[in-house]
């Protein structure tokens, strides 16, 4: 296997003291147990663990990743998303687009070298306008999982919210390994569908050059129960554990950087546009 060479390990710098600009502590990040969002969220997320199936994930493979629903550019699709609240996040309750330039603005005060890196954090849930477009919250934004085996105890609400996905009680799906191979690699892993996968998707279809390092970020960063819990890691081959590190880092500027104190976009937009035009021109394909 190709060893890529970016530099030191990212998990060995991880500032775990990283805070958020209103002050707020890290343990009061993704609290699942109580607040004033917390009935939106697990409504969101019952719907999302009864509904994601291994043939709903299939089925919205063919519908989606074709990307030929629409055209435009990625600072229109940041603009739409202005019309979007994330019903699964129990950290804000404002306007996901200002969420994509406070992690780029994270990453970028951190990593001033890594332009790449930057971008990801701009784009990382534009393809939550899945979500404009018709699609279900449940099916767009939240945490992500495998589907074709066993749920992990790790994945939010986990005790409570399956007990309706026919998959649970399938067999041939809720096994260790399912209907896979050991160390497989995840690549080869049907995740529930939602803006990681579709995101990733639009990058390859349209050849944006991203490192692969950043595409692991938007494909898995909301795989909770693999980046931050350490399951799943009997899926995983050589590759996907090289870049889990890469994950960690991305996790901790698109998780600590939420915040009230909302960003001047008009004043950063044109440094972005740079990076947009570097390395996903023009308009998109969707």
């Not at 790790?154 to 160390?183: A, H, L, Q």
Request: with cysteine; proline share 6%.
């Amino acid at each position: 296997m190709k060893v890529l060479n970016l530099g030191p390990d990212p998990s060995l710098v991880y500032r775990p003291n990283l805070e958020s600009k209103n002050g707020k502590d890290r343990a009061e990040y993704r609290n699942f147990e109580n607040g004033d969002l917390i009935e939106r969220v697990y409504s969101t997320y019952k719907l999302m663990h009864t509904n994601q199936t291994l043939d709903f994930v299939k089925e919205k493979h063919f519908q989606w990743t074709g990307c030929n629903h629409s055209q435009m550019t990625v600072l229109d699709s940041i603009k739409a998303l202005n019309q979007l609240v994330d019903e699964s996040d129990p950290d804000v309750d404002f306007p996901n687009s200002y969420h994509a330039f406070q992690t780029a603005e994270g990453i970028r005060k951190e990593h001033p070298d890594k332009d790449w890196f930057q971008l990801v954090g701009l784009i990382h849930d534009i393809g939550k306008i899945m979500a404009l477009w018709g699609e279900p919250q449940w099916a767009v934004v939240g945490d992500t999982f495998p589907v074709g085996c066993k749920f992990q105890s790790s994945i939010v609400f986990r005790d409570t919210t399956f007990v309706d996905n026919p998959d649970e009680k399938n067999p041939c799906y809720n096994t260790k390994y399912g209907i896979y191979k050991p160390r497989c690699g995840l690549d080869k892993v049907f995740m529930s569908w939602g803006h990681d996968e579709y995101l990733y998707r639009v990058m390859k279809f349209n050849k944006c050059p991203i490192p692969e390092e950043g595409l692991y970020m938007l494909r898995f960063h909301s795989f909770y129960p693999w980046h931050s819990h350490g399951d799943y890691t009997h899926l995983c081959n050589d590759k996907d554990l090289q870049m889990l590190p890469w994950v960690k880092e991305f996790n901790k500027f698109d998780l600590y950087t939420k915040s009230t104190d909302l960003p001047d976009v008009e004043e950063l937009k044109p440094y972005y546009q740079s990076l947009i035009d570097k390395y996903c021109p023009g308009k998109l394909y969707w």
